[in-house]
């Protein structure tokens, strides 16, 4: 429940699943259980989702998290990046994200990095988060160093989990989420379960959530007007 404070007011808004996701029946599409990670918030039914492809089981691997869109503006709605609150210096085997943000992450997850400029690196496995030093931000160390370039927070620098392949921004599309589900914010947050559609489905193209070009080519789907079918 939200908190908006103690004094007399209305909040207008709606409930994010009166939308409809389906165009096809819904019992015969095929759908499979998922675990989503922890940290990242309600997300909307229709979210495209990916997998953790870290190689230490210590941390997320295995684990659901949001897909990450091939190209970005910084201004879209993606829940699965963490933006960083200072810039990602070249040869540095740390960055500095919000507190909150950093919950997404575990000791063990590989990393990537990325801005609407630059190219996507692989930073290696988080060694360590510090959430104490600082009250508003964690220092987050992995094992290998920014190369030779800079991601600044001008040009919306972030980083996120492995989650796919280099030539498809280290994040590929497994499913569709088939209703909303709160998976925490910060230290209390537990993740959730749910289910994703794979396939036989024919969904509102609009009602998905940072499903792109290339998130539809990974469940081999297809646009038809208003719909998208796979």
Do not use: W
């Not at 918030?41 to 091939?70: E, F, H, I, Q, R």
Request: net charge negative; glycine share 10%.
């Amino acid at each position: 429940m939200v908190n908006y404070g103690g004094t007399p007011h209305v909040v207008v808004g709606f409930q994010d699943d009166y939308k409809v996701l389906f165009y096809s029946e819904h019992d015969a599409c095929l759908s499979v259980p998922i675990t989503i990670a922890a940290g990242y918030g309600n997300l909307k039914m229709g979210t495209a989702m990916a997998k953790n492809l870290s190689n230490l089981k210590t941390g997320n691997k295995d684990k659901l998290v949001p897909y990450n869109p091939t190209t970005f503006t910084g201004t879209e709605e993606h829940p699965g990046r963490a933006y960083l609150v200072s810039d990602g210096t070249t040869l540095l085997s740390y960055v500095y994200v919000t507190l909150a943000d950093s919950y997404k992450f575990k000791v063990g997850d590989d990393l990537i990095i990325n801005d609407d400029t630059t190219t996507a690196e692989n930073l290696g496995a988080i060694t360590a988060i510090d959430r104490s030093t600082y009250p508003h931000m964690a220092k987050i160390t992995f094992t290998t160093a920014i190369g030779g370039t800079t991601f600044t927070t001008a040009r919306f620098a972030c980083v996120f989990v492995e989650a796919g392949t280099s030539g498809n921004n280290y994040s590929d599309c497994v499913g569709i989420l088939m209703r909303s589900i709160a998976t925490g914010t910060g230290e209390n947050a537990q993740g959730g379960n749910a289910q994703i559609v794979i396939k036989n489905a024919v969904l509102y193209d609009g009602m998905c959530t940072n499903f792109d070009a290339a998130a539809k080519t990974d469940l081999s789907a297809a646009t038809f007007g208003e719909f998208v079918y796979f």
